[in-house]
């Protein structure tokens, strides 16, 4: 069969027919389903993005006004920490109210990784090898049991691993969820960095990849399966007024902290950052400044060494506030933003595989192609209101990012341990160290048996030694 002539007209238009070459050789079958993925690329977009991204660099932002944002820094004082313990009375209310949902980001293809799967399948649990997905679940639940009320948890899955994701939460009974959604986000197509052409993954297949944690606003906004609710609209039937984001790989979050959430709603804050303090300059964290009075997120690859080495009189960093990628949205500003503006799409120099005209899988070994995505983190400047909110990284932050080293599954696992070991020992409990303060064996504590230390304290028989690897579930 011929490819149809409208599609062949858009696709001269847009100076993309190369992507017909081997159209003939497609049976019947991956012609329909290739003429469909072609049909759902925004061509328009695509020739937006040729012109401001790959064929020009990406204009910088001044920097000449660049401050540093106001937060709300960890308590120090007594009165700071009434004030804490106030806000966390406000975020407890908010989740017994059921006005709270959790969103989590999962929908990425972990190549630094490099793990055969999902990424929130992977098993991280120090003692258990509980899946990433297993540990965020049962925190879920156990919020939900703890304040009385449903916390309904969205999960975002990208066209590549949403079946596997969906088959993995079902094979595990939702992890006992009651209210379990899982939606996908968007795609984009990878083009050649030198020509701007559409690249082919194989015969009858364009090669596309996940739109970025920034396609979450837009596709929570589209219609279910069968053209029913969106994420939003059914979080709207819910009563649910404000959503707590968290990204996948990073198994320590607090999942809706209290605490967070209650400073985010007595700012009236349409939009929330959790923060942590960058110890170096060259540090690879973003960092959240005020750019002629508006707040936004500056990449640590986009920050000038002069700005990132700027300090206080006592040494501190000016540009200190960096982001762990935990974040609260009110679902009106999501309401607002997806029917108003589009987030930026920025660009990736990545190596892709792609079929050449005559018809030969490439593998390159040099960055060939460039991937489009969004960044959430550029809703932040769309916010009429917005609280930055400072926590420790120790007891909050590390990401499952790559296969050794920094953010590795050795990492993580320490990390873990180290702190359940904390919590172990505010509870009474006596834990042998190494000298550096490290934990020498893993220890994990299921968020079903205890959320945080305080619960803890309350179930921990008196007298415990913890000299081996433990598990409390
Ligand atoms: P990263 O940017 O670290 O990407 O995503 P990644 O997929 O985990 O790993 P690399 O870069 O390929 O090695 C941070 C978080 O955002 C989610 C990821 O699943 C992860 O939780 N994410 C990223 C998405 O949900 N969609 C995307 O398109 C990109």
Partial sequence: ?????????????????????????LDLATQRSFEAELRAIDFHLVDQLKETLVFADPAIDSIDSVRPVEVSRLPRTDRERVAHRLASEVGEAILAEGQAAVVMVAGGQGTRLGFNGPKGTYPIGPVSASSLFQIHAEKVLA?????????????????????????????????????LRLFVQGRMPAVDRETGKILLDGPGRVAMSPDGHGGTLTALAQPGVDGGLSCL???????????????????????????????????????????????KPDEKVGVVVEVDGRPQVIEYSDLPPALAELREPEGSLQLWAGSIA?????????????????LPFHRAFKKVPYLNQDGQRIEPTEPNAVKFERFIFDALPL???????????????????????ADSPASVRQ???DLFAGWLEAAGARVV?????????????????????AELRSKLPA??????PLHLR
């Fill in 233 to 279: 609209e059914e979080m709207k039937e819910l009563g649910v007024q404000t959503l707590f984001y968290f990204q996948v790989d990073n198994p320590m979050v607090r999942i809706a902290d209290p605490t967070f959430l209650g400073l985010h709603r007595e700012a009236s804050a349409e939009v929330s950052f959790k923060v942590v303090e960058k110890l």
């Fill in 383 to 405: 916010a009429e209101r917005y609280a930055v909110v400072e926590t420790d990284r120790i007891l909050e932050f590390e990401p499952l990012k790559n296969a050794t080293g």
């Fill in 1 to 25: 069969m011929p490819p149809a002539p409208d599609l062949v007209e858009r696709l001269e238009r847009h100076g993309q027919t190369e992507l017909l070459d081997h159209w003939d050789k």
């Fill in 143 to 179: 919020l939900s049991r703890r304040y009385g009320k449903t916390i309904p948890l969205y999960v975002m899955t990208s066209p590549e691993n949403h079946a596997e994701t969906e088959l993995f939460f079902e094979s595990n009974n939702r992890f006992g969820l009651s209210h």
């Fill in 326 to 342: 935990i974040h609260i949205f009110e679902r009106s500003f999501i309401e607002r933003v997806v029917q108003q503006s589009q």
């Fill in 415 to 417: 990390r873990m341990s």
């Fill in 433 to 453: 160290r190494r000298s550096d303060g490290t934990v020498p064996f893993g220890i994990e504590i299921s968020p079903l048996f205890a959320l945080d230390g």
């Fill in 463 to 468: 007298g415990l030694v913890v000299e081996q």
